[in-house]
Protein backbone atom coordinates (compact mmCIF):
# COMPACT_ATOMS: atom_id res chain seq x y z
CA UNK A 1 0.00 0.00 0.00
CA UNK A 2 1.18 3.37 -0.65
CA UNK A 3 2.84 5.17 2.57
CA UNK A 4 0.24 8.27 3.54
CA UNK A 5 3.35 10.78 4.58
CA UNK A 6 1.72 13.77 4.47
CA UNK A 7 2.02 14.91 7.68
CA UNK A 8 5.84 13.57 8.27
CA UNK A 9 6.72 15.36 4.69
CA UNK A 10 6.04 18.83 5.73
CA UNK A 11 7.86 17.90 9.02
CA UNK A 12 11.07 16.78 7.39
CA UNK A 13 10.86 18.88 4.49
CA UNK A 14 11.13 22.80 4.74
CA UNK A 15 10.71 23.36 0.90
CA UNK A 16 8.55 22.73 -2.34
CA UNK A 17 10.92 21.22 -4.14
CA UNK A 18 12.24 19.05 -1.28
CA UNK A 19 9.05 17.87 -0.63
CA UNK A 20 8.85 17.34 -4.41
CA UNK A 21 11.63 15.43 -3.96
CA UNK A 22 10.69 13.11 -1.04
CA UNK A 23 7.75 12.19 -2.89
CA UNK A 24 9.22 11.03 -5.80
CA UNK A 25 11.74 8.87 -3.94
CA UNK A 26 8.55 7.44 -2.82
CA UNK A 27 7.03 6.94 -5.69
CA UNK A 28 10.46 5.29 -6.65
CA UNK A 29 10.34 3.01 -3.77
CA UNK A 30 6.67 1.91 -4.27
CA UNK A 31 7.79 0.71 -7.29
CA UNK A 32 9.74 -2.08 -5.65
CA UNK A 33 7.22 -2.85 -3.37
CA UNK A 34 4.66 -5.92 -3.99
CA UNK A 35 2.10 -5.05 -6.69
CA UNK A 36 -1.38 -4.34 -5.15
CA UNK A 37 -3.97 -6.26 -7.23
CA UNK A 38 -7.57 -5.65 -7.42
CA UNK A 39 -8.77 -7.24 -10.61
CA UNK A 40 -11.07 -9.83 -12.05
CA UNK A 41 -8.19 -10.49 -14.88
CA UNK A 42 -7.66 -13.84 -14.60
CA UNK A 43 -4.09 -13.11 -16.92
CA UNK A 44 -2.72 -11.05 -14.31
CA UNK A 45 -3.66 -13.64 -11.39
CA UNK A 46 -1.90 -16.28 -13.28
CA UNK A 47 1.39 -13.78 -14.31
CA UNK A 48 1.79 -13.66 -10.51
CA UNK A 49 2.31 -17.14 -10.00
CA UNK A 50 5.66 -17.27 -12.22
CA UNK A 51 9.01 -17.10 -10.54
CA UNK A 52 10.29 -13.72 -10.57
CA UNK A 53 13.56 -15.13 -11.46
CA UNK A 54 11.62 -17.06 -14.57
CA UNK A 55 10.32 -13.69 -15.49
CA UNK A 56 13.99 -11.69 -15.29
CA UNK A 57 14.90 -14.44 -18.13
CA UNK A 58 12.50 -14.04 -20.45
CA UNK A 59 12.00 -10.48 -20.45
CA UNK A 60 15.82 -9.94 -21.33
CA UNK A 61 15.75 -12.29 -23.70
CA UNK A 62 11.99 -10.94 -25.38
CA UNK A 63 12.92 -7.32 -24.46
CA UNK A 64 16.75 -6.53 -26.21
CA UNK A 65 17.46 -4.29 -28.99
CA UNK A 66 18.70 -7.12 -31.44
CA UNK A 67 14.53 -7.60 -31.34
CA UNK A 68 13.84 -3.97 -31.82
CA UNK A 69 16.41 -4.23 -34.76
CA UNK A 70 14.47 -7.29 -36.30
CA UNK A 71 11.27 -5.59 -36.21
CA UNK A 72 12.47 -2.26 -37.72
CA UNK A 73 13.78 -4.54 -40.70
CA UNK A 74 10.88 -6.37 -41.14
CA UNK A 75 8.85 -3.32 -41.12
CA UNK A 76 6.93 -5.01 -38.59
CA UNK A 77 3.28 -2.42 -37.96
CA UNK A 78 1.35 -4.36 -35.66
CA UNK A 79 1.77 -5.28 -32.06
CA UNK A 80 0.53 -8.00 -29.59
CA UNK A 81 -2.48 -5.80 -27.99
CA UNK A 82 -3.77 -6.02 -31.49
CA UNK A 83 -2.41 -2.25 -32.44
CA UNK A 84 -0.39 -0.46 -34.85
CA UNK A 85 2.52 0.95 -34.79
CA UNK A 86 5.77 2.20 -36.77
CA UNK A 87 8.88 1.04 -34.86
CA UNK A 88 10.94 3.22 -36.62
CA UNK A 89 9.32 6.09 -34.35
CA UNK A 90 11.35 4.95 -30.89
CA UNK A 91 14.61 2.93 -29.75
CA UNK A 92 15.25 -0.50 -30.43
CA UNK A 93 14.77 -1.14 -26.57
CA UNK A 94 11.34 0.75 -26.78
CA UNK A 95 10.29 -1.14 -30.42
CA UNK A 96 10.34 -4.12 -28.56
CA UNK A 97 8.35 -3.72 -25.17
CA UNK A 98 5.60 -1.74 -27.60
CA UNK A 99 5.45 -5.28 -29.54
CA UNK A 100 5.63 -7.39 -26.83
CA UNK A 101 2.99 -5.85 -24.50
CA UNK A 102 5.17 -4.67 -21.76
CA UNK A 103 4.89 -0.72 -22.73
CA UNK A 104 2.62 0.73 -20.41
CA UNK A 105 0.67 -2.63 -20.29
CA UNK A 106 -1.73 -2.06 -17.32
CA UNK A 107 -3.26 0.67 -18.68
CA UNK A 108 -3.55 -0.86 -22.31
CA UNK A 109 -5.10 -3.98 -20.85
CA UNK A 110 -7.64 -1.35 -18.78
CA UNK A 111 -8.70 0.23 -21.91
CA UNK A 112 -8.82 -2.31 -24.03
CA UNK A 113 -11.41 -3.69 -21.71
CA UNK A 114 -13.16 -0.92 -20.85
CA UNK A 115 -12.89 2.03 -22.63
CA UNK A 116 -16.18 1.45 -24.68
CA UNK A 117 -17.60 5.42 -25.20
CA UNK A 118 -17.41 6.86 -28.37
CA UNK A 119 -15.38 9.95 -26.78
CA UNK A 120 -11.92 9.20 -25.39
CA UNK A 121 -9.83 11.62 -24.05
CA UNK A 122 -5.88 10.57 -23.39
CA UNK A 123 -3.56 13.14 -20.94
CA UNK A 124 0.02 12.22 -21.97
CA UNK A 125 -0.09 10.21 -25.23
CA UNK A 126 3.39 10.04 -25.55
CA UNK A 127 4.35 8.38 -28.96
CA UNK A 128 0.45 6.73 -29.36
CA UNK A 129 0.86 3.07 -27.93
CA UNK A 130 -2.25 3.36 -26.55
CA UNK A 131 -4.00 5.11 -29.81
CA UNK A 132 -2.77 2.64 -31.98
CA UNK A 133 -4.46 -0.67 -30.17
CA UNK A 134 -7.76 1.48 -29.47
CA UNK A 135 -8.43 2.73 -33.13
CA UNK A 136 -7.37 -0.45 -34.48
CA UNK A 137 -10.63 -2.61 -32.08
CA UNK A 138 -12.91 1.02 -32.14
CA UNK A 139 -14.45 2.56 -34.97
CA UNK A 140 -16.84 5.76 -34.83
CA UNK A 141 -14.74 7.04 -31.86
CA UNK A 142 -13.75 10.33 -30.80
CA UNK A 143 -9.42 10.29 -30.14
CA UNK A 144 -8.98 13.52 -28.17
CA UNK A 145 -5.11 12.91 -27.44
CA UNK A 146 -3.09 15.59 -25.30
CA UNK A 147 1.04 15.16 -25.08
CA UNK A 148 3.10 18.44 -23.96
CA UNK A 149 6.84 16.94 -25.63
CA UNK A 150 7.49 17.91 -28.49
CA UNK A 151 9.56 15.10 -29.25
CA UNK A 152 6.20 12.59 -28.31
CA UNK A 153 3.95 14.65 -29.93
CA UNK A 154 5.84 14.63 -33.53
CA UNK A 155 6.36 10.69 -33.19
CA UNK A 156 2.42 10.69 -32.31
CA UNK A 157 1.76 13.05 -35.22
CA UNK A 158 3.49 10.68 -37.56
CA UNK A 159 1.55 7.51 -36.05
CA UNK A 160 -1.75 9.67 -37.04
CA UNK A 161 -0.80 8.34 -41.21
CA UNK A 162 -1.24 4.59 -40.34
CA UNK A 163 -4.61 4.55 -38.06
CA UNK A 164 -8.02 3.28 -39.20
CA UNK A 165 -9.95 6.16 -40.76
CA UNK A 166 -13.09 5.12 -39.43
CA UNK A 167 -11.99 7.38 -36.13
CA UNK A 168 -11.57 10.96 -35.70
CA UNK A 169 -8.19 11.95 -34.44
CA UNK A 170 -7.65 15.18 -32.25
CA UNK A 171 -4.10 15.77 -31.26
CA UNK A 172 -3.07 18.62 -28.76
CA UNK A 173 0.54 19.76 -28.18
CA UNK A 174 -0.53 21.67 -24.50
CA UNK A 175 0.45 20.16 -21.25
CA UNK A 176 -2.32 20.04 -18.61
CA UNK A 177 -1.81 23.06 -15.93
CA UNK A 178 -3.93 25.17 -14.35
CA UNK A 179 -3.62 29.05 -13.61
CA UNK A 180 -0.86 29.31 -15.64
CA UNK A 181 -1.14 30.20 -19.66
CA UNK A 182 2.51 27.84 -19.91
CA UNK A 183 4.73 25.63 -18.17
CA UNK A 184 8.04 24.60 -18.86
CA UNK A 185 8.25 21.15 -19.72
CA UNK A 186 11.55 18.82 -19.53
CA UNK A 187 11.79 16.31 -21.89
CA UNK A 188 13.79 13.02 -20.22
CA UNK A 189 12.83 10.08 -21.46
CA UNK A 190 9.57 9.14 -23.92
CA UNK A 191 7.60 7.72 -20.80
CA UNK A 192 8.95 10.09 -18.22
CA UNK A 193 8.89 13.62 -19.01
CA UNK A 194 7.11 15.75 -17.18
CA UNK A 195 6.15 19.73 -16.00
CA UNK A 196 9.23 21.31 -14.04
CA UNK A 197 8.18 21.74 -10.68
CA UNK A 198 11.67 22.53 -9.44
CA UNK A 199 11.93 26.09 -9.89
CA UNK A 200 15.04 25.79 -12.57
CA UNK A 201 14.65 26.81 -16.08
CA UNK A 202 15.71 22.90 -17.57
CA UNK A 203 13.25 22.02 -20.72
CA UNK A 204 11.02 24.36 -23.17
CA UNK A 205 8.16 26.31 -22.79
CA UNK A 206 4.44 24.54 -23.75
CA UNK A 207 1.24 26.30 -23.82
CA UNK A 208 -0.78 25.05 -20.73
CA UNK A 209 -4.46 24.14 -21.14
CA UNK A 210 -7.27 22.36 -18.64
CA UNK A 211 -9.42 19.09 -19.17
CA UNK A 212 -12.71 21.81 -19.15
CA UNK A 213 -11.04 23.67 -21.89
CA UNK A 214 -9.88 20.59 -23.66
CA UNK A 215 -13.65 19.43 -23.63
CA UNK A 216 -15.09 22.49 -24.49
CA UNK A 217 -12.83 23.39 -27.88
CA UNK A 218 -13.61 20.34 -28.92
CA UNK A 219 -17.41 20.48 -28.44
CA UNK A 220 -17.40 17.10 -26.05
CA UNK A 221 -20.91 17.65 -24.33
CA UNK A 222 -21.34 13.61 -23.96
CA UNK A 223 -20.42 11.03 -21.74
CA UNK A 224 -16.46 10.52 -22.13
CA UNK A 225 -13.37 8.12 -21.06
CA UNK A 226 -10.66 9.46 -19.38
CA UNK A 227 -7.17 7.87 -19.57
CA UNK A 228 -4.41 9.65 -18.22
CA UNK A 229 -0.61 9.21 -17.06
CA UNK A 230 1.05 12.71 -16.86
CA UNK A 231 3.22 11.85 -14.19
CA UNK A 232 1.29 13.11 -11.44
CA UNK A 233 -0.18 16.11 -13.11
CA UNK A 234 -3.48 14.28 -12.88
CA UNK A 235 -3.92 15.26 -9.36
CA UNK A 236 -4.92 18.89 -10.66
CA UNK A 237 -7.42 17.81 -12.80
CA UNK A 238 -9.38 16.00 -9.75
CA UNK A 239 -9.15 18.83 -7.51
CA UNK A 240 -9.50 21.76 -9.46
CA UNK A 241 -12.04 20.81 -12.27
CA UNK A 242 -13.94 18.38 -11.10
CA UNK A 243 -16.86 20.41 -13.82
CA UNK A 244 -15.19 18.99 -16.90
CA UNK A 245 -15.41 15.15 -14.84
CA UNK A 246 -19.23 15.67 -14.71
CA UNK A 247 -20.01 13.59 -17.95
CA UNK A 248 -16.88 11.41 -17.26
CA UNK A 249 -18.03 8.02 -16.81
CA UNK A 250 -14.84 6.15 -16.76
CA UNK A 251 -11.06 7.05 -15.32
CA UNK A 252 -8.36 5.20 -16.22
CA UNK A 253 -5.09 6.98 -15.08
CA UNK A 254 -1.70 6.13 -14.03
CA UNK A 255 -1.67 7.60 -9.85
CA UNK A 256 1.20 9.20 -8.31
CA UNK A 257 2.14 10.34 -4.79
CA UNK A 258 2.78 14.15 -4.95
CA UNK A 259 3.79 16.63 -2.63
CA UNK A 260 -0.04 17.51 -2.15
CA UNK A 261 -1.58 14.33 -2.01
CA UNK A 262 -0.92 10.52 -1.87
CA UNK A 263 -2.66 8.27 -4.50
CA UNK A 264 -4.93 7.10 -1.41
CA UNK A 265 -5.79 10.59 -1.33
CA UNK A 266 -6.61 10.94 -4.59
CA UNK A 267 -8.64 7.83 -4.79
CA UNK A 268 -10.72 9.02 -2.23
CA UNK A 269 -11.44 12.48 -4.02
CA UNK A 270 -12.22 10.50 -7.01
CA UNK A 271 -14.87 8.69 -4.98
CA UNK A 272 -15.98 11.79 -3.16
CA UNK A 273 -17.25 12.59 -6.39
CA UNK A 274 -19.12 9.92 -7.25
CA UNK A 275 -16.53 7.42 -8.91
CA UNK A 276 -15.80 4.16 -7.83
CA UNK A 277 -12.73 2.05 -7.97
CA UNK A 278 -13.57 -0.77 -10.08
CA UNK A 279 -10.16 -2.52 -10.53
CA UNK A 280 -6.35 -1.75 -9.99
CA UNK A 281 -2.99 -2.72 -10.97
CA UNK A 282 -0.65 -1.39 -8.71
CA UNK A 283 -0.52 2.74 -9.19
CA UNK A 284 -2.80 1.94 -12.22
CA UNK A 285 -6.47 2.33 -11.31
CA UNK A 286 -9.97 2.09 -13.23
CA UNK A 287 -12.46 4.17 -11.56
CA UNK A 288 -15.99 4.13 -12.88
CA UNK A 289 -19.55 5.97 -12.21
Not at 48 to 74: D, E, I, Q, T
Not at 139 to 159: G, H, Y
Amino acid sequence: MPLRASGFANQVCNTRQQRIKFYMQQNKENENKNIELKTTSLERKLKRLVPPNVKKVLLCFLLNSYVGKALKFCKIRWNLFGGKFDYSLVSDKDAAKIFWGTWESAEIRFSKRFALTKTIVELGSSVGVTLGVLSNIRSQTKFICVEAALENFEKLSSLKTLLPTNNEYILLNKAIAYDVDRVTFEFTTTTGSKINETGNELGSYVDATTLSDVLEENQIEGEYTLITDIEGAEEAVFYKDEAALKKCVLIIAELENTYSHTIDEQISKLQDIGFNLTERYGSVVVMSR
